[in-house]
């Protein structure tokens, strides 16, 4: 199983289009972590740019992420990304809590976008 957090100095980027890079944590069948990786953040808005098939060619099946539109959203999904919203702080705790299974969608969009980059209406 592969995750993917969008991250800025190894927190949860609040902001999925706009992230530093993603950390890909590889996790063993017991559990574990058994690597990671970071992927560099293409330019441009999270929805615009081709990151969820780029995620999904590394066999990222999870997205542990902080706000995120509903445009964003829905590609991760079709690419076989199942999405977690609201998730914040340091990405290393962040996934030893999912894995104990503490993480939990907060079905949260962000619509309120007042710097004017709403992936979802371009």
């Keep these: ?9 190894n927190a949860v ?12 944590f590889t996790i063993g069948e ?3 972590i058994e690597g990671t990786e970071t992927l560099a953040s293409p330019q441009g808005c999270g929805c615009k740019s081709n990151i ?6 590394k066999d990222v099946t999870i997205m542990l992420a902080g706000n995120m ?4 959203l829905n ?3 079709k690419h076989g990304i199942k999405v977690y919203r609201g998730c914040s702080g340091n990405v290393t705790e962040l996934i030893n809590d999912f894995l104990d299974g503490k993480v939990t969608d907060s079905g949260e969009g962000c619509n309120h976008h007042e710097e004017g980059h ?3 209406h371009h």
Excluded at 1 to 9: C, G, H, L, N, Q
Excluded at 52 to 57: C, E, H, I, N, R
Excluded at 69 to 72: D, K, L, N, V, W
């Design 69 to 72: 539109g509903t445009g964003a």
């Design 13 to 24: 980027d609040d902001h999925f289009g706009h992230c530093e890079s993603y950390s890909i």
């Design 118 to 120: 709403q992936c979802e």
């Design 75 to 77: 590609i991760l999904t």
């Design 1 to 9: 199983m592969k995750i993917a957090i969008p991250t800025r100095a």
């Design 30 to 32: 017991n559990k574990d």
């Design 52 to 57: 969820a098939s780029v995620l999904q060619d």
